[in-house]
């Protein structure tokens, strides 16, 4: 697909939006834009301590103790009752 073409389609998905997918749209956008800006940077300042967790639980998901978000938040809302 050309790039005029997704954009088009992204204008559409975005128009047909509401609110609060809205918002999250925005949080996403602005965190890849920023992420694939300053990947590099973030990594290289952040504290060996954080470094240590991020890997740890990359080697945990790729033993397959991990448990997917959506999983994750179903639970949540089942305990507390949030619907």
Not at 45 to 69: H, S, V
Request: glycine share 4%; no cysteine; net charge negative.
């Amino acid at each position: 697909m050309d790039a005029d073409r997704l954009r088009i389609e992204l204008f559409h998905i975005i128009r047909q939006a509401n609110d609060d997918q809205l918002r999250d749209l925005n949080v996403l956008i602005t965190d890849y834009f920023n992420l694939n800006k300053n990947n590099a940077e973030e990594w290289d300042t952040m504290p060996q301590f954080l470094k240590d967790r991020i890997n740890e639980g990359l080697r945990q998901a790729e033993a397959g103790l991990g448990k997917p978000l959506y999983k994750v938040m179903e639970d949540i809302r089942t305990k507390y009752g949030l619907y």
